[in-house]
Each structure stands twice: as structure tokens, then as C-alpha cells.
Nanobody, 123 residues
Framework: QVQLVESGGGLVQAGGSLRLSCAFS????????MGWFRRAPGKEREFVVADMWIGGSTYSTDSVKGRFTISRDYAKDTVYLQMTSLKPEDTAVYYC????????????????WGQGTQVTVSS
């Protein structure tokens, strides 16, 4: 059973940066596509960025391209989301998720989810 534990959320001013962490346990980290999703107030959960377990390619939604970066530390079984140039519209609960699908940005392909961490960007 995969377990995911996020950390690193908080309050930041617009233009600032935050790094979220997600500790993975229970299975072989390198065999999972890892994704970050978010749910803003009053909106549905949406895809943000993912790192595919085959090929090492990453995909991100257009609104975060050039600002958010996903990375992995295989020694620590941890995936990170580095967020820069944050905007108030980035305010959301951010979720880490794991999927056995080789390449996916679809919520339904991700079987395992963390508890979420709040990110609030003030203007």
C-alpha cells in the first residue's frame, strides 16, 4: 500500500516561492508516475504537473509552465514541487498523487493520494 505525506505549504506573498515535498512509502518509488494536483476554493481538483516513471518526462498545465517544477529524490523517495512567481490564483490545497500509468495527467489514473497541503498566496 502506497502512502504519501505532503509538507511545505503555507502563506506567501505574490511573487514569492514555496517548495512542497511529498514523501512516498510502501512500494517502489521509481515505478510510479508522480503528480501534483490542486483544488482551489469553489473549484474542482485539477492537474498541475507530473513526472512520468518511464522516460523521465514531465508535463505541466499551461498556467504553471515556467513557474512550477517537479523533481524527485530517489534516495529519499520524495517528490518535490518547486513553485516560483506565485500568484493569488495559485491559492489552493495541493495534493501529491501516485499512479502506475506510465504517462497520465488524468485524476482517475492516480490511485494513491496524500492528505493535501494548503498554499495561500496573498496579493
Amino acid at each position: 500500500q502506497v502512502q504519501l505525506v505532503e509538507s511545505g505549504g503555507g502563506l506567501v506573498q505574490a511573487g514569492g516561492s514555496l517548495r512542497l515535498s511529498c514523501a512516498f512509502s510502501g512500494r517502489t518509488f521509481s515505478r510510479y508516475t508522480m503528480g501534483w494536483f490542486r483544488r482551489a476554493p469553489g473549484k474542482e481538483r485539477e492537474f498541475v504537473v507530473a513526472d512520468m516513471w518511464i522516460g523521465g518526462s514531465t508535463y505541466s498545465t499551461d498556467s504553471v509552465k515556467g513557474r512550477f517544477t517537479i523533481s524527485r529524490d530517489y534516495a529519499k523517495d520524495t517528490v518535490y514541487l518547486q513553485m516560483t512567481s506565485l500568484k493569488p490564483e495559485d491559492t489552493a490545497v495541493y495534493y501529491c498523487a501516485a499512479s502506475t500509468v506510465v504517462r497520465s495527467t488524468q485524476i482517475n489514473d492516480y490511485r494513491y493520494w496524500g492528505q493535501g497541503t494548503q498554499v495561500t498566496v496573498s496579493s
